[in-house]
């Protein structure tokens, strides 16, 4: 029997969630006030990290399953920002802080500051309705 490949690995997950919280953050900023638009973008960057964090436990169980302890601590604590602001976010948009939420929301902008997402994306818009899944998760 042969191996099953699975072209969606952790990484190329995690490298599109990424992108999609960049353009977020992008779009989010255009706007000159809260309002519903921005509640969603809100959400969806706080799924979104909450999403790179289980990317990053697939990603290290596998390592550790191969006895790579240290390279696997290493990838963890590279990405420890991820849970903590994605925590920091859910509860800041749920209480609908705007204050801490563009707080957050800097913080996210500066770990993911290396980002390019080009002007002509095929992203569409993925945080439509994120509000209602966050409220619904949470």
Do not use: C
Not at 73 to 85: N, T
């Amino acid at each position: 029997m042969s191996r099953v490949i699975n072209p969606n690995r952790p990484g190329k997950e995690r490298d599109r969630l990424k992108r999609a919280v960049a353009l977020a953050l992008r779009e989010m900023m255009k706007e000159p006030e809260p309002n519903e638009r921005t509640r969603d973008m809100a959400a969806f960057i706080a799924l979104s990290l909450a999403a790179i964090t289980d990317t990053v436990e697939t990603t290290v169980t596998a390592w550790e399953k191969r006895d790579y302890w240290v390279k696997a601590d290493r990838f963890r604590m590279d990405w420890i920002w991820a849970d903590r602001l994605g925590e920091e976010m859910r509860e800041a948009v749920l209480a609908e802080d705007w204050g801490q939420i563009a707080q957050v929301a800097a913080q996210v902008g500066q770990a993911l500051g290396d980002i390019q997402v080009s002007p002509r994306h095929r992203m569409g818009t993925p945080w439509v309705d994120a509000w209602k899944h966050l409220r619904l998760s949470g």
